[in-house]
C-alpha cells in the first residue's frame, strides 16, 4: 500500500484528504506544520506529498526545497486556493509534480496522487535494475549526432560504411529528412585515409541560385558586382579531404554541369576565371529527392547522376526500423539530462509504448526534439505519456488519414480530427471529463456537448 504525506496547516483539511485517499486505497499520513512533515519524510518514507502552498512559519515552496535535499525523487502536489498563472509558473520551476487548486475536483485529486505514485514507483524499480545489473558509468561525452540502431537495417548501413571508407569512390547517400546522412557522410570520412583532411560541408538547398557556383568553385576578384577580392570555393577548401554535397537534388544545372567536370577531370574555374584548378578532393553526396525521377523530369543530369551513384547507401526512415527507438531515446534522454542538468533517468512502460507505436515522419530528428522536450518538461526522473507531445497519444497516421480521406468536405475532415483529439484525450485522462476539458482548453459544457455530437457518451 503506498503512502501518501498531506500537509496542510488546516486540521480540517488534513483528516477530509486522508479521507479520501484512504477510500481510494492510500495509507495516508498527516503533518500540519513544515517541520513536523520534514521529520514524517525521513521516518516513513512517503510515496508522494500533498503540501499546501499558504502555511505559517515555513511555507509550502521552502518545505519543497528542503524536502528535495532529502529525496530529490520524491513526487510533490502542491495546494492552492490561488490558482493564478504566476502561482503555476511558480510551482512548476521549483520543480513540483503537479499543482492542484482549492476548492478540490476530488476525481482530478485523485488522478494526479496515482500519477506520482507510478512515477515514484517507476523510479525506484529503475534504480533497483541498475543495482542488480551494475550501474554502467556513462561516458564524459556523449554527444548528440551519433548514429545508433542495432536493427538489421542499419547493420547494413554500417557495414557498408565499412567497405567504401576505404576507398576513394563517390558515394551518394539517399533518405528522407531527419534520417542523419550527414551522420553517415562524416562516418566515411572519418574512417578513411583523408580523415586528417577537411570535411567541407555545403547544403546545396540553401544557397540562393545566383551564388551557386561561386561557393562551389570560388571567384576571382571583379567577377561581378561586390567581388572586391578573390575567394577560393568549397572545393578549394576541401583539397585532400572530403565535400559533402548536401541535398545535391537543389543544384542549377550549370552547376551540375561544374561538378560533373570536377568528378571526370578533377579540375575547374572560378567564377570570372580562366586558370584550371586542380583539386584531390572525394566527393559524398546526399538526397532526400529521388534522382531518377528528376532525370526524366529533365532538371537533374543523367550523366552526373551515373557518376555520383558509384556506390548508394540508403538509409531506412525510422518507421521501418522501430525496434531502434528505445535505444536511440534512453540516449537521447541520457544526453539532454546531462545537459540540461535534469536528473531524469528513463521512460515509463507507457510513454516508450507511445514512442514505438508513432511512424515518425521526421525521423531520428523528430525524435531528438521530442526527448528534449520531455526532460524539459518531466515532473520527475520518469518521463510519463504526459510528457510527451500530442502527436504521439493522437497518432499522427491516423490524423493524416483523416486529412487525406478522399472525397470529404473541410467540415468533415475537421470533425473527424476534432473527434479523434476528444477520444485520445479522454483515454489518457481515464474518462474523466473534468481533466479533459481542462487539459482541452473547454469548459465541461462544451467538452459535454461535443462527445454527444460524436457519439463518445
Known amino acids: 500500500m503506498s503512502t501518501i504525506l498531506v500537509i496542510d496547516d488546516e486540521e480540517g483539511v488534513t483528516e477530509f484528504l486522508r479521507e479520501v485517499l484512504e477510500d481510494a486505497g492510500y495509507r495516508v499520513e498527516t503533518a500540519n506544520d513544515g517541520y513536523r512533515a520534514l521529520a514524517l519524510v525521513q521516518e516513513i518514507p512517503p510515496d508522494a506529498i500533498l503540501l499546501d502552498i ?10 519543497m526545497e528542503r524536502i528535495q535535499r532529502i529525496d530529490g525523487g520524491l513526487p510533490v502536489i502542491l495546494m492552492t486556493a490561488f490558482g493564478t498563472t504566476e502561482m503555476a509558473i511558480q510551482a512548476m520551476k521549483a520543480g513540483a509534480f503537479d499543482y492542484i487548486v482549492k476548492p478540490f475536483n476530488l476525481d482530478e485529486l485523485i488522478l494526479t496522487v496515482k500519477k506520482a505514485v507510478t512515477m515514484k514507483q517507476l523510479a525506484s524499480e529503475v534504480e533497483i535494475l541498475r543495482g ?15 548514429m545508433i540502431g542495432q536493427s538489421l537495417p542499419m547493420q547494413n548501413v554500417y557495414k557498408t560504411i565499412g567497405r567504401v571508407a576505404g576507398s576513394n569512390v563517390t558515394v551518394l547517400i539517399q533518405g528522407e529528412s531527419g534520417t542523419g546522412k550527414e551522420l553517415v557522410a562524416r562516418a566515411i570520412h572519418d574512417n578513411s585515409e583523408r580523415r586528417d583532411g577537411p570535411f567541407v560541408k555545403i547544403n546545396c538547398a540553401t544557397i540562393p541560385e545566383n ?27 576541401a583539397h585532400q579531404g572530403t565535400i559533402f554535397l548536401d541535398e545535391i537534388g537543389e543544384l542549377t544545372l550549370s552547376a551540375q554541369a561544374k561538378l560533373l567536370r570536377v568528378l571526370q577531370e578533377k579540375e575547374f574555374e572560378r567564377v570570372g576565371g580562366t586558370q584550371n584548378i586542380r583539386v584531390d578532393v572525394r566527393i559524398l553526396a546526399a538526397t532526400n529527392k529521388d534522382l531518377q525521377r528528376c532525370v526524366q523530369e529533365g532538371i537533374f543530369r543523367e550523366d552526373l547522376y551515373f557518376r555520383l551513384r558509384v556506390v548508394t547507401i540508403r538509409l531506412p526512415p525510422l518507421r521501418e526500423h522501430l525496434e531502434d527507438v528505445p535505444v536511440l531515446a534512453r540516449y537521447f534522454l541520457q544526453h539532454y539530462s546531462r545537459e540540461l542538468n535534469q536528473p531524469v533517468n528513463d521512460f515509463s512502460p507507457e510513454a516508450m509504448l507511445l514512442l514505438q507505436q508513432y511512424d515518425w515522419p521526421g525521423n531520428v530528428r523528430e525524435l531528438r526534439n521530442v526527448c528534449e522536450q520531455a526532460v524539459v518538461l518531466a515532473r520527475g526522473p520518469i518521463i510519463m505519456p504526459e510528457d510527451l507531445p500530442f502527436s504521439l497519444h493522437a497518432s499522427g497516421r491516423e490524423l493524416r488519414e483523416a486529412v487525406l480521406k478522399p472525397g470529404a468536405t473541410l467540415k468533415e475532415i475537421v470533425a473527424d480530427v476534432e473527434r479523434q483529439v476528444i477520444l485520445r484525450t479522454l483515454r489518457e485522462h481515464n474518462w474523466n471529463r473534468t ?9 465541461r459544457r462544451s ?8 457519439g463518445l457518451i
Open 435 to 443: 481533466a479533459t476539458a481542462r487539459a482541452l482548453g473547454l469548459n
Open 447 to 454: 467538452l459535454y456537448a461535443k462527445m454527444k455530437e460524436y
Open 54 to 63: 499558504r502555511m505559517p512559519e515555513l511555507d509550502g515552496l521552502q518545505v
Open 132 to 146: 542488480n545489473h551494475g550501474a554502467k558509468t556513462a561516458p564524459a561525452d556523449l554527444p548528440v549526432d551519433v
Open 211 to 237: 551564388l551557386m557556383e561561386s561557393e562551389l568553385f570560388g571567384y576571382e576578384k571583379g567577377a561581378f558586382t561586390g567581388a572586391g577580392a578573390r575567394k577560393p570555393g568549397k572545393f578549394e577548401l
